[in-house]
């Protein structure tokens, strides 16, 4: 009984382990390395695929399966075929019985019927000897070692090719050579036997059993030999099997395999044997027609369509024109296409007729003053245009309900309004309507609309076309498209607001005309400084501060706000003083001190030795001694020099009760103990004798070039000639005495210097009455100190704690030491918005420009009937701001100029600019240079 099936192993050394017992079981080959087209693959990962498709039959069963395993494998789309079946072999060989016991829980076929054959075909599961036989007369064994064919397929038979046997053309008849002659078939031609009897027998008697090898060498074979029809050609020497023939499988169309290629083929089908319709005489004369009659474009199309008049083709044109406006707005142009925007316009000044039940009547005549109220000057512009508007009533009220033929109307005329907004956002289209009066009474028409709901998205329409066009328009006081956006800064809805605000701004910036705001009403102008306050809208803060700019900017503006509302100015500008730093990013630098002037090195002085360090020297016999001093004392310096009486004098003072060396012989021992040492004479008025390549040492070291000593850094003036110290401080006022330890140096300080008394144990009394002032370098206490204690206490403070600490001071007293660093601060700046050129905008530039109106129009004689008790308009505005300015000025790096001369202005007024061409400028420089 077959064992359960077991699940599959996850560990693939595992699985490769459990495999190998299994074929060592079976008595079959293993192969751990499967390789498909020369590559090795993992045979885990083959399992894995195969079980996760169903298994071996469940692929075989379906064609082009396994041709979906050699994608996961890597392999390309280069002879796939091939390495499919490769692939199927490999697992065929190694895993198909191994799938079946494990996984299955069957008994596998036996290996004759599966290993030994080839892996074509499927259902191993069912395969019995009984219902598989072997091949007729072909062991078992035979197909072990076969090889597959170069376009292998699936479900083909296999090719079975045999050597035929050779065939006999002769008789075998050992007849003599008197005998009757053979009669030759009838596919040879009749050759006469040429050859002598001798070999005609020899021929007779041939076999491909016994071939008789020739007596002598034989001549080359004639052509005839060759030919299959002469009686001499080798049927068994010349055969060639047929080339086996690669079938092409080809499935039968089904509903099931392919449904769409069977419906479509029974369709045709179908109309093939249904009559013909009787044929179209003018298809042949289409191809000698220009464009084969195609129509109009979409563009010409719509355009038409607009213009006929007809309900549903204007439907079609308006819903495809906000299409092509919205995707193909920067090539579609009101120039490309002629009355494109007459139409437009006609069609969204409709809204009148929905709203007031008005229909206007268009001329392109002179002004007439009798002409009716419904009528309006494409040519010339309506003059009266706002009166007209006013006394028309609407027709339906809020609370009233709509028909489904007046919304259907209303979208059709929202689609009208969404065009011209998408068109005027390219600037040809903008500059090419603004030409049209007709288009800016539209504007006033639209933008002066009741406020209702259902007209909210036509009004939005009009105010986004508005803010792109008014740039090309002046701002005039009897304009009826500006007096109709001033009722709208006092709009709750910040859409509205905010067009409402960019149209006005924006009059007049592409023409020469002074931009002067009129008429805006002062109640108006509060609540826009009470946007002031918000912070968090940036858009709205930026367009409100733009319209308070322009509206400084004019001299009555601000003397009918200083006259009406006095306290309305001065409680904004501190205000506008806090938006000088309105989102400015903060950078925290280091500000460098100014660098200290380079100080020129002190030169160095040959150093005294201490008496320890001079009692080792007198133990050690000449010239070593010398050397040794010379070692401590100086170093080598290529750049420098020494003369040679110094050197030799400094040596003397110290080694004169000692025996000291000739001064010739210390002279070359100099030059031996430095290698850079050199003895020259530089001529001159008189003779300098110099030592080139050496220099004093600044520290003090000892025979082994090691820092252990200590320098007295005490500062005195002139000695006497006869103090001992005198002769190392003749060009110092430092002391410079070396000792060889702390405690050395203490007490060298307090009896040399502080001149301390001494008890009768031999110390010092520290309890002695006294003043003593310290003189030790770079000491910052200057009032005298009354006890002893406490001066050599502050001794002990001054002294260094190690050698190494004494050589970095003696260094930086030098001026020869690392330079020091430069102090530095801290500080935060600030940088507000800037745009692309690098230029100050957003808020904080708006504010500034505000502030800088209202100081040039205090200091102007419109601002001097504000003074109140002889102070200055400036002063009562910014008078207790200045200290706010001064600290923007240190803080903000893009506002400090402008912010400079802001305070410039408070304080004395604009600053004055010469006028005039250059020579103007000359002429005036000689005449004050003259004078």
Sequence with gaps: MASPPKKMIEDEAEFLEDVAAFHEKRGTSFDREGKVSGRAISLHKLYSLVMERGGYDALSAERMQWRTLVKEFGFGKTHEAVMTFQLKTVYYKNLAAYEIETYWGEVPPPKEILENISAKGGDLRSRTLESFPLPAGTPARVHASETVDVEPQESADEEKLATPKREK?????????????????????????TLPARARNLRATDSPSTPTAPQQPQAQPSRGLEDPRHPGFDWY???????SIALTLRPHLTPGNNPTEFHSR????????QPRAPENQQQHLRPFLQNQMNGPNIYQRCLLGLRSGIEDEQTFALHHLVKVSHERGDKYKFEGFILLAEALLEKALEITKLVYGVKWDITYNEEDENAALNTLNGAFGTSN????????????????????????????????????????????????????????????????????????????????????????????????LYQSLIPHLESSDRGILLLALRSINRMGMATHDFHRLYDIPLSTIERLFSLLTLDTDVELLGTTLTFLYEFTATPENNSELLSSRPHLIPSMIPRLINLLSHQASVTTENVLAAPQPEKMPIPALIPVIPPDLLAQLLLLPEPERSSKW????????????????????????RFSASNPIPAAEFIKNVSSTFSTAQAQVINGPTPRFIIKGIKPRRVLVDTEKRLRYFKCLWKFGHLDATHPAARNTAKSDVCGQWCSSRESLW???????????????????????????CRWDRCGRDRPLTKAIEMSSHIRVHIPKSPEDVAEIVHEMDNVGKKPERIGAKHAYQYTLMDQTNQPTGPPWMSVLILRNLARYANK????????????LADQLFGGHKYALFNIVGVSRTLRESVVDLIYMIEEGERAEKRGVKRDHESDDREAAAY
Excluded at 266 to 273: G, W
Excluded at 763 to 773: K, L
Excluded at 861 to 872: A, T
């Design 747 to 773: 007490l060298h300080v307090l009896g040399e210097h502080l001149h301390l008394p001494r008890g009768e144990n031999g110390g010092y009394v520290t309890n002695a009455p006294g003043s003593w002032t």
């Design 169 to 193: 053309t002769e008789p075998e008849d050992l007849g003599s050579a008197g005998q009757l002659r053979q009669d030759p078939k009838r596919t040879q031609m009749y050759q006469p036997d």
């Design 237 to 243: 020497e010349n055969y060639k099997p047929k080339t």
């Design 385 to 480: 245009l706002m009166e007209r508007i006013r006394s028309f009533k609407p027709l339906v009220d809020d609370e009233l309900l709509e028909t489904n033929d007046s919304i259907e109307q209303l979208e059709r005329l929202k689609e009208a309004a969404l065009v011209l907004r998408n068109m005027v956002i390219l600037e040809e289209n903008a500059l090419f309507i603004s030409k049209m009066p007709l288009f800016k009474d539209f504007l006033a028409i639209a933008i002066s609309l009741p406020d209702q709901p259902r007209l909210a998205e036509f009004r939005h329409s009009a105010l986004e076309v508005a803010q792109y066009v008014t740039q090309h328009w002046p701002i005039l006081p009897t304009d009826p």
């Design 266 to 273: 029974k369709a045709l089908l179908k109309a093939q044997t």
């Design 861 to 872: 004689p419109d601002g001097k009937q504000f003074e109140k008790n002889g102070i200055r």
């Design 630 to 653: 010379l070692r401590c004392c100086f170093e080598e310096s290529p750049a420098d020099d020494i003369t040679q009486i110094a050197i030799w004098q400094a040596y003397q003072q």
